[in-house]
């Protein structure tokens, strides 16, 4: 058992080494954020981009806070499978483990949504909504959906890349700009973007290593290019 132990820490370590770009850019982030946190009053990250309405920001997070919707999603685990099925299949698990996670976690915590928040502080009018997106209210604020699964999907996806250097950081950067949008949008306060980013990254760290064991399984590598040659 200790030698079976032993062995996942040593994978673990080999996997953290092997894309150290991407989690120190991530420690960067996860810091100056927190330290963030520690300073500002809550809400006050969102009436700050207030000033940035009816700006180019306004397509640019719109834009980013679809890069975890469904429809993308769905299309990146598509071009997936002409890859490899086991990484495919881990995107998949990836999501739905994010799925369940948010849900339980919002039912348990039920934080409410900023416009309720400066609401009950009848200051909703500070609050300026970016044109065409209806503000979400409610008590399941914590953590951000979105965050998680852009970083459990972007996390694995840099995990999965053999270009370490490059697509590291370009798989950093939608991951980060979703977790941004949610406050940009109104929807979410810096808290719950951070624990989303930090379960998003745990989620991808752990469905990568589990999947990685499959590597040795000629069936889990195969893709459905492999799979349309065999029928020709």
């Not at 397509?59 to 975890?68: C, E, H, I, R, S």
């Not at 965050?147 to 950067?173: D, E, P, R």
Request: a positive charge; proline letters at 3%; charged letters at 15%.
């Amino acid at each position: 058992m200790t030698t079976q132990k032993q062995k996942k820490r040593k994978t673990l370590g080999q996997v953290i080494r092997a894309n150290r770009l991407y989690f120190l850019s991530y420690f960067l982030a996860l810091t100056m954020s927190t330290i963030g946190l520690t300073q500002i009053t809550q809400g006050n990250e969102n009436l700050y981009f207030v000033a940035f309405r009816g700006s180019i920001w306004d397509t640019v997070f719109k834009l980013a806070t679809q890069l975890a919707e469904p429809t993308i999603l769905a299309i990146i685990i598509f071009f997936l499978l002409f890859r490899s099925y086991r990484n495919a299949v881990s995107l998949l698990t990836a999501l739905l483990i994010s799925l369940t996670a948010t849900s339980l976690a919002k039912l348990f915590f039920r934080h409410i949504r900023p416009v309720l928040y400066f609401d009950r502080l009848h200051r909703l009018e500070e609050l300026v909504p970016v044109e065409g997106v209806h503000l979400l209210t409610g008590d399941t604020s914590f953590p951000s959906g979105h965050t998680m699964a852009a970083f459990a999907a972007y996390t694995l996806l840099a995990l999965q890349s053999k270009q370490k250097k490059y697509l590291a950081v370009l798989f950093f950067i939608p991951a980060v700009s979703v977790g941004l949008s949610r406050i940009y949008l109104g929807q979410h306060f810096l808290k719950d973007v951070i624990a989303g980013s930090i379960s998003g990254v745990l989620i991808g760290l752990v469905v990568y290593i589990f999947f990685e064991r499959l590597a040795d399984h000629p069936k889990w590598n195969g893709n459905l290019t492999h799979a349309f040659a065999k029928k020709r």
